[in-house]
């Protein structure tokens, strides 16, 4: 059964918590990661490209010279895709990249990401993950106690003094523990969650 160290607003470490085996002792399966981080992307596209087809940029209606005769290639409009300022051929359009994922292979691709920190020892248990104040100095000082960089910190709900004091701390997401994120905990080196949120996090997702 993996293990996780448990700390407490000052980075000092009081113990050890045991993690579930169903939630973070999988054997990662990467395929479901890849797929959920694709996904992931792909949903954070705008789509909002476009050009222009010989169709819709401005002249061209006239051909340039007669069919036969010139002794130059015939043609027949100054804005196909060879000339200069003609359109552009297969033009890219705005479009909506976004797709789903089922729910087995979300949920697989969530618990191999997690099983992936607890195996690497990434996994950080906070005895009470709150502060008393907005203070963005106090939440780079507990991140700076645990020895922690790029972070996602999980919290059982939204803390407005937890996610205002790191929200300007480069590298460190805040979210909760029912809408975790596969890209987000890939992207990070540390899964920092609050002893209560863990609890949530194993009844949620065993």
């Known amino acids: 059964m993996p293990k996780a160290t448990v700390v407490n607003m000052s980075g000092t470490k009081v113990g050890e918590v045991e993690l579930s085996d169903a939630v973070f002792g999988i054997e990662p399966n990467q395929s479901a990661v890849h797929a959920a981080v694709k996904n992931h992307l792909a949903n954070c596209r705008q789509g909002t490209q476009s050009a222009l087809t010989r169709a819709e940029v401005s002249g061209g209606g006239i ?85 922690a960089g790029k972070a996602v910190l999980v919290t059982p709900e939204v803390n407005q003094n937890v996610v ?36 949530v996090i194993e009844e949620v997702f065993a």
Do not use: C
């Open 164 to 199: 205002k004091s790191a929200r300007n701390i480069p590298g460190v997401i805040t979210t909760t523990a029912k809408i975790l994120s596969v890209y987000d905990i890939v992207n990070a080196k540390q899964f920092i969650v609050d002893k209560a949120a863990l609890a």
């Open 63 to 147: 051909k340039p010279w007669r069919q036969k005769g010139t002794g130059r290639a015939r043609q027949g409009s100054t804005r196909a895709p060879q000339w200069t300022h003609g359109g552009i051929v297969f033009a890219p359009k705005p479009r909506d990249y976004s797709y789903s994922l089922n729910k087995k292979l979300k949920r697989l691709a969530l618990k191999s990401a997690l099983s992936a920190k607890a195996a690497e020892g990434n996994v950080i248990v906070v005895d009470g993950l709150e502060l008393n104040e907005i203070k963005t100095k106090s939440m780079k000082a507990f991140l700076d106690g645990v020895g």
